[in-house]
């Protein structure tokens, strides 16, 4: 009777580490990885595709903004290029019944870009930094719209968007 005993416990140990022994073997080998069957998506550079290959490429298309701009013959609106979206393409309408002729001055380096551009009444432009010769972008930072009304009060609004390539702002 103590040798069925004895049998029985000695085959009970054996089984339980076949069982711990087996799973080990068959998951340790999946963690090893096959330099062939490598994906490259996580080392391959953002800027490249390749034909056929289903990686895609981020664009930096950020920073939209926006404002209406309301109030005395005067007025100011801002806005800010973040870094590496120098692109930029505004929508600068007129909402009111004189004309009003607008500034865009980059306010850390005092550059203007937009110098007294005319909108007629119920008028709208549209501005491309790629169109006014700025093919490598504006500078990053904040930026100033002064709208001028001459005699009257100024009624306009203006949308922008930034971008990382020209492509982004057309």
Known sequence: MKKKHLIASALSLGLLG???AVPSAIFADSDVTDSANTSTTATQD???TITGDHVVTPQNVGNTFGSRVQGGATVQSSFDVPRGYGHVKL???NNSSYPVRVSLLHNDSGKEYISGTRISPGSSITW???DEGYTDGLRS???TLQWRG???NVNAE???IAGSRPADIR
């Open 91 to 93: 929508t600068l309408k």
């Open 46 to 48: 953002a800027g490249t």
């Open 141 to 143: 930072g904040s930026y």
């Open 150 to 152: 001459g005699d009257y």
């Open 18 to 20: 076949g069982a711990i």
């Open 158 to 160: 203006f949308n922008g």
């Open 128 to 130: 491309r930094s790629t």
